[in-house]
């Protein structure tokens, strides 16, 4: 048994890969999360309490951070200001969380010669016309647009250079846009359905040509767990599933698996700066690790994640107001 530290573990992708860990293996989990408006509790209420440890506290908190790195076998870390869109209004905490939160667990792991594997983006390659036949792959030059993304770069950046001059044991995995049941009502598909139970029409950015390449949660963290197992120490992993669909089409498919006119949503204000397509190109993981989705059908994932928006209302209602009230002030 490993004692396993997950930053991040209330938001989520970092709930939905404890939960996996519980199922798949016979490690401990201990979550560090900061509960912003991100991070919900509840996500893992029901999980049994002699398996996860749950610590409320920041990344960028170097002693705290010290202390509990030093009490576990391995590091995965998630936790980080997530949303394009508010790193456009404010990016000073994506400064703060997404590069020195990594740098503390860096140097922590670097004291206490831990296991240290890195979450990122495909964001950090930039975007990709819609016509290129070239997808991203681990040699891809690094080009962010965002300053969510460029946060994301620079920590990428950060672990290679601690593999490189003090040897970190590190991975590193870069992964598409992911769905699945607990992602905040803030996101493209969340949004849209939740807005769909409320009566109010899907929202898209400017014509909803833009692409984005989605993977099914459960999948992105069987990659993540594979890695960990057997990734080799210093390499980048891309994780895709071959899911490209520009954001129009997965809106018609909300609105169609809702029983819904297709056509019944409002183009909105496009995001300044909006990339335009992320392809993942996940050959290396697929030979290297063996790993393949189980989710293959995009229809199919989204009718179940519809169908969890809908039985879990008491999860999502508390943050929908406060989410919109946003958007509308951006003009969104
Ligand atoms: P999320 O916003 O749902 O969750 C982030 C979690 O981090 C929340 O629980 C939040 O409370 C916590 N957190 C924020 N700041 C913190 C801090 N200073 N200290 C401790 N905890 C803090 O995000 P997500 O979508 O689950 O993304 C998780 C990771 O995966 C991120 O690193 C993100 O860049 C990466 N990623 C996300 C996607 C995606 O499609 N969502 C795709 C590829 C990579
Ligand atoms: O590619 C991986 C990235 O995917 C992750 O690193 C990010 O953490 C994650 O948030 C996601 O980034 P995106 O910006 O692609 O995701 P978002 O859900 O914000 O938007 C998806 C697409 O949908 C994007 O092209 C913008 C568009 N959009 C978004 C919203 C919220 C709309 O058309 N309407 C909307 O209401």
Redesign the pocket.
């Known amino acids: 048994m490993a004692k396993m530290l997950c930053?991040?573990g209330?938001?989520?992708?970092?709930s939905n890969f404890v939960r996996l860990v519980l199922e798949t293996t016979d490690d401990h989990v201990t979550v560090?999360?900061?509960?912003?408006y991100?991070?919900h509790r509840e996500s893992l209420s029901d999980l049994d309490p002699k398996r996860v440890t749950f610590v409320h506290?920041?990344?960028?908190d170097a002693d705290l951070v010290d202390e509990l790195v030093g009490d576990h076998d391995v590091v995965v870390h998630?936790?980080?200001?997530?949303?394009n869109d508010n790193s456009l209004n404010d990016p000073s905490p994506f400064i703060r969380?997404n590069i020195v939160?990594t740098f503390e667990l860096l140097e922590a792991v670097r004291r206490h010669g831990r296991r240290y594997h890195h979450?990122?983006?495909?964001e950090v390659y930039g975007d990709l016309e819609l016509d290129d036949p070239q997808r991203f792959t681990e040699t891809t030059p690094y080009n962010p647009s965002s300053p969510y993304s460029a946060s994301?770069a620079s920590s990428d950046l950060l672990v290679r250079a601690w593999v490189r001059s003090f040897g970190v044991q590190a991975t590193l995995s870069n992964?598409?846009?992911?769905y699945g049941p607990r992602?905040?009502v803030e996101?493209f598909i969340p949004r849209q359905i939740t807005n769909l139970i409320d009566g109010i029409h899907p929202r898209l950015y400017g014509a909803g040509l833009n692409v984005r390449d989605w993977i099914h949660v459960d999948d992105h963290n069987r990659a993540v767990l594979r890695i960990i197992e057997a990734g080799r120490i210093g390499e980048t992993y891309l994780i895709g599933a071959d899911g490209e669909m520009d954001n129009k089409s997965v809106i018609e498919l909300i609105l169609e698996l809702m029983g819904e006119d297709r056509s019944a949503y409002d183009h909105v204000a496009d995001r300044p700066g909006h990339d335009l397509r992320y392809a993942i190109d996940a050959a290396m993981l697929r030979r290297e690790l063996g790993w393949e989705p189980h989710f293959k059908d995009f229809r199919s994932g989204l009718a179940a994640t519809i169908d969890w928006y809908r039985a879990n209302e008491s999860w999502w209602r508390p943050m929908k107001e406060a989410t919109e009230a946003k958007y509308a002030a951006a003009g969104h």
């Open positions: 930053t991040g209330a938001g989520f992708i970092g560090l999360d900061a509960l912003t991100a991070g506290g920041s990344v960028t998630f936790a980080a200001e997530s949303h969380t939160g979450i990122s983006t495909d994301k992964c598409s846009n992911n992602q905040h996101k």
